[in-house]
Every structure is written in C-alpha cells, then in structure tokens.
C-alpha cells in the first residue's frame, strides 16, 4: 500500500502540488476575510447543565448582566468646578455614543418629584454647571441621595465612577472595540485636562482588552513559533533546505487552520487563537521523522526514488498513528459538551491530521525536485553527538534496567507528592499579570466599590404580580435578603426594587435622608399604587421585576475572590437564604456570569480526568490495532503517563492552580507524549518481523528512532517554549508544562519504554 502511494505521489507531483497550493490559498483567503475575534463570552457550561440554564432564563427576563462598563476615579477635586465641568463633558460624550445605553454618573444621576398626579423620574442636573457654588449644591443634594452611595461615589475616600450601559446587540459585534476605544479616548482627554488617571472595569472592558491581547499574541506567536522551530531545524541538521522544507509544510498547515476556522464559523478565542502558532510546532516532528528517513537510506546507498519509497513505507504508518495519538488528545475536548473546548478540540483534531497529509504529500513531491544533498549533511545526521549518547542508552537499558526503573520510581513518587499541592482554583482575570492595567484598575474598583463583577439574587414569588401583590410582604423579605449579604464584604451595596422604594419613600417624607428606609406597611401600601416602579412601561421597574411582575431582581458587582472563596461564601449564603424563605411560596436562586464562572470552573476540572481516561483508551486501542499484545499496550502506557505525573508535581511544586486554562495541558501532552511511543514500537516491530531477536531489536530500534525522537522533543519544547512569553498565565503556563512532559516523554520513550520491553521479551508485538 506505502508502496504504490509513494508510486502514485511521485507519478502526479505536479497535479498534487497544484491542488495543495490552491487549496491552501483558498483557506488562507477565507480565514483572512471571514475569520473574526468572539466578541461573546465564552460558553462553557453545557446547555443541559441547571446554572447555565437559569442564567439563560434570567437573560431573558432582564437581559444580559455582563453589559456594564465602568470608569473611576480617586481625588478630592471631585467637586471643584473645572474638575466636575469636564467630567460632565465626557458624560455626555459617551452617553451620544452610538450603542450606549445609558450613563450614570455624578453629574447626570436621576431624583424623584411627587406630583400631585402621581411621580416624576428627572434629571438631578440637566446643564453644564457654571460656578462653583452651583457645584457645591449639587455635591449637597447628591450626598443627600443614600440610593447612589456605593453604587456612585464613595464619600469616605472621594472615588467617583461612571456607570455605562451597552446594548447587548452593539456589545457583541465588532462594533465593541470601537466604542471602548472611543470612550477610554474620551477618557485620555479628561486625564489630560485634569491630571487625574481613570481606572476601567467591568466585563466590556475586560473582554475587549482581553481579546486585544488574544489577537495580537496569536500573530506574536506565530512569529516566533516559526522561528525558534526554524532555528533548531536549522541546528540540528545544517540545512536551511530542511528548514524551508519544513517550514513551507507546516505554514500550509497553518493556513488550513484558519481556514477551518472560518468553514465552520467559529471565532477566535482564547483557545482557538493558539491553534495557528500550536499547529506550525506540533507539525515539524513529521517532516522531522521522514527527512530524518530519507537522509538515513541517502547515506546507505545513495538511490534518490528508493530512499524516498522506503521513507513513505516506513515512515507513513507510523507517522499516522502517531498523528491519530495527537489528534485524539485534542479531539476528545468534544465530549466535554463545552462549546468553548469542543470548538478547540474539533479544529486541532482536524487540522492535525490535515498537517499529517499535507507533509506526507509534500515533503517527498519537494524533496524529488531538490537535487541530493551533500554527503556532510547525511553524516550530520547518521555520525553526529546524538550516536555517543543512543550507545549509552543500549548500554543501560541491556544492563541496567534496575537503576532506570528506581530512579523514575523515585521520580515519579516525588512528583505524587507534588501532585497533593495543586490547588484547584480559577480568578476571572488571574490569567493576567499583577502589573497589567486590567488587574490594576479592577483591584481598584474592588477598594473603592467592592468590585465589578455581577453576582445576580432572582426572587419568584410565585404568583403574577407577587412582588406588589397583598401587603407587598416580598418586599421585606427581599430586605432581609440585602441584610443577610451586608454581612458578606465581598459584594458591592445592591440595586434592587427594595432600593428604589427607599428611594421613593425619602421624596414622598420631603426629601430627608432619614426617610431612605422600607416605610411602614401601611404606607407602603399608599405608595404601591401611585409609585412608578408599579407600572409595566417604566424602565426602572423594567429593569428590577420581570413583565409579569413575578420575579424580582437584585444585583451585586464582586470582588474577583477565586472560585475557592467563592464557593465558600455562597456555601454560606445559600442556607441563610434557604431558611429566610422557608414557609413561602418565594424561591431565590443565585446566578450571573460570577457564579457561572465558578461552576465552569468546577465543570472543566470534572471533565479534565474524563477526558484524559477517554484519551487513554482510545490512543489504547489505536495501539492494539497494530500490534496485538494487551500486556505490552499496557506497559507502553507508562511512558506516556509518567510525564504527565511529573508535570502535574511540577505545578504543584510551583503553585500553578488547575483552572480552565491549565486543564488542557495533560490531554495535549499526553496525545504528544504518545507520539515517541508509537514510533519506537513501530521500529521495534519492524527489526522483529525482520528475524531479529529482542535485545538485538531493542538496540536497533533505539538507534534508528533516537535521533528522530531527540530533535522532536527538542523543537516541540522549543515550540511550545515561545507560550511561555503570553501575557496569559495559563497560556504561558501550557508552554513551559508541556515542553516539560515532551522533553520527560522522550525520555521515557527511549529509556523507560526499551526497558520495559525487554522484561516483555516473551510478548511479540
């Protein structure tokens, strides 16, 4: 079969350069002109999962949480005259912006007139401010306000905030960039007129500066993918014919990727945008394998069209199997039912096995045209240091198999214990460097507002129009609620229907700050019927109560606690809230993109070990396909999971948290680490059917793979070494983790795996 491929390969080159080039120039176009940026927040719960599902029903009823956008500032000008008139400025700029909502801030806030018809919601200031006396008193009348304290401004440490709206539609296209560009240039200028620097938050604005930095690493990366695997190409073997060669392949691989991409209308996400840097290094190790093939048969007799046919057969089926390994590490993040890793896992399986195809047509089609290379680069390759090292390795593996497997023993049990240090927990944005102004102005929110992140109470009476129904008794227990999570400093003071009665309550007593309280029930009853907040076209009640007036809303903004502090706080919080509403007909139900981020968190971590145990029995059984012997599939295993222990005490030893970017780590170089193992079977077996006997197939099988299994691990190290640069944590975490398991694998691969197999002689693979 190799046989007649490498016959067929050769006798159409043409036609298939042609076909190659072309296809690989329409991929490159599509993903060029069709690829764009997520502008969503990524989805990882399943749809089936209860949290996803009561945050898609709360959006719903109220829309989506996450389109707040916020803009603070810390000094005791806050009230001078020059300072208030250009804030007013840039409020009003941002508010004309096209896809804001609304603004809120010191200079547009909104108070209540009672009139002798009903309410009036109107503007605390409706002009630019012309003196300083005319800022005195709005300072006067807004500090009489306690509805905006701690939302607005925080009188004890003079911060002040904007609050900006989005409308979700705007949010969620490429249109968001633009508006955040624009606002944080409105921004600049203020700074610049005033000396005073402004801190952004809120989620648009963390996932718009997120997504810049995605965009610019994934072009970053590509770069220097290309060039650290170029120079140890270049290295190893001498010739920038190998290093054009191979990175011709694998650019036509990386084209093919984006192209994918863009086929199945996925967008760039985190994830996916490590694709094209992650594909150009995982693909060098084929054209590694077959050159190294080609150069070895050169050197025996010279013969170009041999050479390359015994490369093809030779190489071919293992080089499959070993791209099937990869493709499946990947591939199995489709059963995770995540929309994000499924996303991921499907192209990367695709594309590696596309990379596999591409380089198995490529690289003999390209080397038929090269003229035969000089006989110092086949000596390079064949006589080189690596030969010293291989010939200490027989010599181990043929004598002393006791001392190589107590020190990986021993290696490995360190590494156990290293494993029980690993915390599992995940920060919204810890992924981001301390110094990075994203962490910098969120941790700035969370001293002066206690945070920015939504954690959202929804409250279902039970009943159409519950809320106001009777004696609005919801309305106290919903008070009680806010008590109960005054004594939870990690949320923010609360927006909800209680508030906004208060707020009403103090300009139906005149005004007083005294009167900001839930009034009597009789007098709740008076006001009920004439408040605004009782009426289907208000916006605020809109806002507060769903449309059937059933189910109330509370919003908090949070700190970014992590997810163990999370979850222990809500651990808490839940039973109090359980207990406050037992004997009613109320439910409360926690949810938002907070508490969704704590169960994804939760979710990834259960589906890292299903999906690593999925990886192993199928890359299992891709092995008992070839070579039929159950005890020696099960050894060979322990090449590939060893690494895996080692890195996981690496990071335990090192406090790198398992979170939602570091969960891929282990499918991926295990998938990687397998490759070895695949190839030096693959050899092991050849020399066997060949008549020879174990130990002398062992020797032969070190020294025809050793070379090839040395330089993979060197350039996918190397590769996945330039991850370790990202401004991300967990993405730079995924380069140095994984080269470390490559670099462990290989070896296992050569030492561990020849061992093993000679204690098996017995077995035939």
């Known amino acids: 079969m190799w046989s007649a491929l490498t016959q067929f390969l050769l006798s159409y080159r043409r036609l298939l350069l042609a076909i190659l080039l072309t296809l690989t120039a329409v991929m490159a176009y599509m993903g060029a002109t069709r690829l764009q940026l997520s502008y969503q927040i990524a989805r990882v719960l399943p749809m089936s999962d209860t949290t996803q599902q009561q945050y898609e029903q709360f959006k719903q009823r109220f829309g989506a949480d996450g389109t707040l956008m916020v803009i603070g500032w810390q000094d005791n000008r806050w009230y001078d005259l020059p300072v208030y008139q250009h804030w007013y400025d840039m409020t009003e700029q941002v508010r004309q912006l096209p896809g804001v909502k609304d603004v809120l801030s010191s200079t547009r806030i909104y108070t209540l007139e009672r009139l002798d018809t009903g309410w009036q919601v109107c503007p605390l200031l409706n002009h ?168 070895e048969e050169l050197a025996s007799h010279g013969q170009q069209r041999r050479a390359l046919e015994v490369m093809v057969r030779q190489i071919g089926l293992s080089s499959l199997l070993a791209n099937v390994t990869t493709a499946i590490g990947f591939g199995v993040f489709y059963f995770t039912n995540s929309r994000l890793l499924m996303e991921f896992g499907v192209v990367a399986a695709i594309c590696v096995m596309a990379v596999y195809a591409i380089c198995l047509v490529m690289v003999p089609v390209l080397l038929s045209y090269l003229p035969l290379p000089a006989t110092h680069s086949l000596a390079t390759v064949q006589e080189g240091p690596w030969q010293q090292l291989l010939t200490r390795i027989a010599g181990w593996v043929s004598s002393r198999r006791g001392l190589i497997y107590g020190s990986i023993a021993l290696i490995t049990l360190v590494s156990a214990l290293g494993m029980l240090r690993i915390r599992v927990e995940g920060y919204i944005v810890d992924d981001l460097p301390k110094n990075d102004p994203v962490y910098t102005d969120l941790r700035f929110f969370e001293q002066q507002f206690k945070g920015a992140l939504p954690l959202e109470l929804t409250i279902d009476t039970g009943q159409p129009n519950g809320v106001f129904a009777g004696t609005a008794q919801s309305l106290y227990k919903i008070r009680a609620l806010e008590r109960i999570m005054d004594d939870y400093p990690e949320f923010s003071k609360p927006r909800s229907l209680v508030d906004a009665v208060r707020f009403a309550y103090q300009t139906y007593r005149g005004g007083d700050s005294r009167y900001y309280v839930l009034p009597p029930a009789l007098e709740l009853q008076k006001m009920v019927g004439t408040t605004p907040l009782n009426t289907r076209q208000s916006t605020l009640a809109q806002s507060l109560v769903d449309s059937s007036r059933q189910i109330a809303r509370v919003s908090y903004q949070m700190a970014d606690v992590g997810s163990i502090r999370l979850r222990q706080v809500l651990a808490h919080v839940q039973p109090r809230l359980d207990s406050l509403f037992s004997g009613t007909d109320m ?66 030893y090192t406090d790198i948290a398992f979170k939602p970017s570091t969960i891929l780590i282990f499918s991926i170089a295990f998938g990687l680490a397998s490759d070895g193992t695949v190839y030096y079977l693959t050899s092991y077996r050849r020399w066997l059917q060949a008549g020879l006997e174990p130990q002398e197939a062992v020797t032969k099988a070190i020294y025809e793979t050793g070379p090839s299994l040395i330089y993979t691990a060197l350039i996918l190290a190397g590769g996945f070494s330039v991850f370790a640069l990202s401004s991300f944590g967990g993405t730079a975490a995924l380069g140095v983790l994984v080269a470390s398991t490559i670099l462990m694998a290989c070896l296992t691969n050569l030492i561990l795996l020849p061992a093993l197999l000679l204690n098996l002689k017995r077995y035939r693979v």
């Open 128 to 295: 630019r401010p012309r003196s300083q006396a005319e800022v005195d008193s709005l300072r006067d009348r807004t500090l009489a306000l306690p509805f905006y304290q701690g939302l607005l401004y925080n009188p004890k440490t003079k911060a002040t905030l904007m609050a900006i709206s989005f409308d979700e539609k705007s949010l969620n296209s490429r249109q968001r960039i633009a508006m955040v560009e624009t606002i944080r240039q409105h921004g600049q200028a203020f700074s610049q007129a005033t000396g005073i620097p402004l801190h952004y938050s809120g989620l648009p604005s963390i996932r718009t500066e997120v997504m810049k930095k995605v965009s610019g690493e994934m072009k970053r990366f590509l770069g220097l993918a290309a060039a650290v695997t170029g120079l140890i190409v270049g290295l190893l073997f001498r010739s920038m014919r190998v290093v054009a060669l191979s990175m011709t392949v694998v650019g036509m691989g990386v084209c093919v990727s984006v192209g994918t991409l863009a086929l199945l209308g996925y967008e760039i996400t985190l994830l996916t945008g490590l694709l094209p840097p992650l594909l150009l290094v995982v693909g060098v190790p084929n054209c590694v394998f077959l050159v190294n093939k080609y150069h």
């Open 587 to 652: 439910r409360v139900s926690l949810t938002g993109h907070s508490l969704v981020f704590l169960k994804s968190n939760d979710y990834l971590m259960g589906n890292l070990y299903e999906s690593l145990l999925i990886a192993i029995l199928l890359i299992a059984l891709v092995g008992m396909i070839l070579f039929r012997s159950i005890p020696i599939i099960l050894l060979s295993k322990l090449p590939c999971l060893i690494p895996l222990v080692v890195t996981a005490g690496l990071m335990g």
